[in-house]
């Protein structure tokens, strides 16, 4: 069974940090690029970070986590993690892990379009 599971998330003051898990099952999840997504209430889901499959790793970010967020994956584990830094309130969403449609290496984009497959979702919360 395919499955997409992230975990990590938590409530935090402004400035902590948490890092999420997604671990999948079911397929390799070293061969597909993988993305993380967030989407905060009354708002549409954007693109926060990806990593590419294959051996020469390209990750992207959106602007608004530049510097503050980091993506790294481990094939052993089947996982991939987002390392969440200097969190502020406007961080505030679901975050989601999703699989990029077809194994493409050393590649990966932030818009959702070619992610086809998708986990439940981590609720992250930053307030003081």
């Known amino acids: 069974q395919l499955q997409l599971v992230e975990s990590g998330g938590g409530s935090v003051q ?6 999420l898990s997604c671990t999948a099952s079911g397929f390799s999840l070293g061969s ?16 926060v970070s990806c990593i590419s499959s294959g051996g020469g790793i390209v990750a992207n970010y959106a602007d608004s986590v530049k510097g503050r967020f ?18 502020n309130p406007e961080d505030t969403a679901v975050y989601y892990c999703a699989r990029h449609w077809r194994p493409v290496p050393d590649f990966c984009t932030i818009t959702k379009g070619p992610y086809n497959f998708w986990g439940q979702g ?7």
């Not at 402004?14 to 890092?19: A, E, N, T, V, Y």
């Not at 597909?32 to 693109?47: C, H, L, M």
């Not at 981590?122 to 003081?128: A, E, G, I, L, N």
């Open 14 to 19: 402004p400035g902590g940090s948490l890092r």
């Open 122 to 128: 981590t609720q992250v919360t930053v307030s003081s």
């Open 70 to 87: 980091a993506i790294s994956r481990d094939n052993a584990k089947n996982t991939v993690y987002l390392q969440m830094n200097g969190l």
């Open 32 to 47: 597909y690029s993988i993305g993380w997504f967030r989407q905060a209430p009354g708002k549409e889901r954007e693109g």
